[in-house]
Nanobody, 127 residues
Framework: QVQLVESGGGLVQAGGSLRLSCAAS????????MGWFRQAPGKEREFVAA????????FYADFVKGRFTISGFNAKNTAYLQMNSLKPEDTALYYC????????????????????WGQGTQVTVSS
């Protein structure tokens, strides 16, 4: 089992930055991919970014490219999401996810590809 705990959310003005962290514990040595998803009120959960330890590669949703950066450190124990140039439409509950399955690049974008989830951290961007 892998346990995930997110932190770093908060209230920020448009144009500002936040850095989310996801701390993993448990059987992290089997983690293949960690990802970030978000869900705004009344909307479906959507993919934001993913980091794959096997290939050391990153993947982003089109709406965050150039603004958000995902990274992973410390032998698969921690993942970060650096969010810059935040917009009011980025307001959502942000979830960290992880999987020990080997995913294709396309599969990393789907929430059902991940079998471990955190509780979420709220990000609110004011205009």
């Amino acid at each position: 089992q892998v346990q995930l705990v997110e932190s770093g959310g908060g209230l920020v003005q448009a144009g500002g930055s936040l850095r989310l962290s996801c701390a993993a514990s448990g059987r992290t040595f089997r983690t293949d991919t960690m990802g970030w998803f978000r869900q705004a009120p009344g909307k479906e959960r959507e993919f934001v970014a993913a980091f794959n330890w096997r290939s050391v590669s990153t993947f982003y949703a089109d709406f965050v490219k150039g603004r958000f950066t995902i990274s992973g450190f410390n032998a698969k124990n921690t993942a970060y999401l650096q969010m810059n140039s935040l917009k009011p439409e980025d307001t959502a509950l942000y979830y960290c996810a992880a999987t020990d399955r080997v995913l294709s690049n396309s599969a990393m974008r789907y929430s059902n590809s991940y079998n471990y989830w955190g509780q979420g951290t709220q990000v609110t961007v004011s205009s």
